[in-house]
């Protein structure tokens, strides 16, 4: 199959036409100025989302709320530049997925995973704390699996979910 994006691309450095992906870089290194703020709204979000569940338990509603606001944190996290709290908002939603309701769900599970972001997330510009990130979604992905029982090695079984549980 051709690329056509790429002929695009070509096209334009071989005019005086502006180039739309060295636009859309610009315009994103822009924005990355606010990504940090959004970023907190995210947090606030899953807080809000851990409370409704010691509010009320592990309910269908609740687990959405916690599972939507975990999987908004999944996909910007890396994007816009906070990969170990998208790690961590992963394993949130694979126990979501995963756990159905024949496995509960710790509510100390849900704490840990909740702190953890929201731990990523405010320390995010001190170089010292990512090692301490990276280790810790790593732990947290361990803990996942066995909550889960699942194999380290069971890929297809620790793959996210890539929509809300219905």
Same mark, same amino acid.
């Given at each position: 199959?051709?690329n056509?994006?790429k002929?695009? +691309? @070509?096209?334009h !450095? =071989?005019? $005086?036409?502006?180039?739309p992906?060295t636009d859309a870089?610009v315009?994103?290194e822009?924005?990355?100025?606010q990504?940090g703020?959004?970023?907190?709204d995210?947090c606030?979000?899953?807080?809000?989302?851990?409370?409704?569940?010691?509010r009320?338990?592990?309910t269908?509603?609740?687990?959405q +709320? @916690?599972?939507r !606001? =975990?999987h $908004?944190i999944?996909?910007h996290?890396?994007t816009?530049g906070y990969?170990?709290?998208?790690?961590?908002?992963?394993?949130?939603?694979?126990?979501?997925?995963?756990a159905?309701?024949?496995?509960?769900?710790p509510?100390?599970?849900v704490?840990?995973?909740v702190?953890?972001?929201r731990a990523?997330i405010?320390?995010h510009d001190d170089?010292k704390?990512e090692a301490?990130?990276?280790e810790l979604a790593?732990?947290?992905?361990?803990?996942?699996?066995?909550?889960?029982?699942v194999?380290?090695?069971d890929?297809?079984?620790?793959?996210?979910p890539?929509?809300?549980?219905?």
């Open positions: 199959m051709p056509r994006l002929k695009k +691309a @070509l096209r !450095a =071989a005019t $005086d036409e502006p180039d992906l870089e315009a994103l822009e924005l990355s100025e990504f703020s959004w970023m907190e995210e606030k979000a899953l807080e809000e989302a851990r409370l409704f569940v010691h009320h338990g592990l269908d509603a609740t687990r +709320a @916690l599972f !606001a =975990a $908004d999944k996909g996290g890396t816009f990969p170990m709290a998208s790690d961590v908002a992963d394993s949130l939603c694979r126990m979501i997925e995963h159905g309701t024949t496995t509960p769900i509510l100390a599970y704490d840990q995973c702190a953890a972001v990523i405010r320390e170089d704390a301490t990130a990276t790593k732990q947290l992905r361990v803990l996942t699996d066995e909550l889960l029982g194999d380290n090695g890929e297809p079984a620790a793959a996210s890539p929509l809300a549980p219905a």
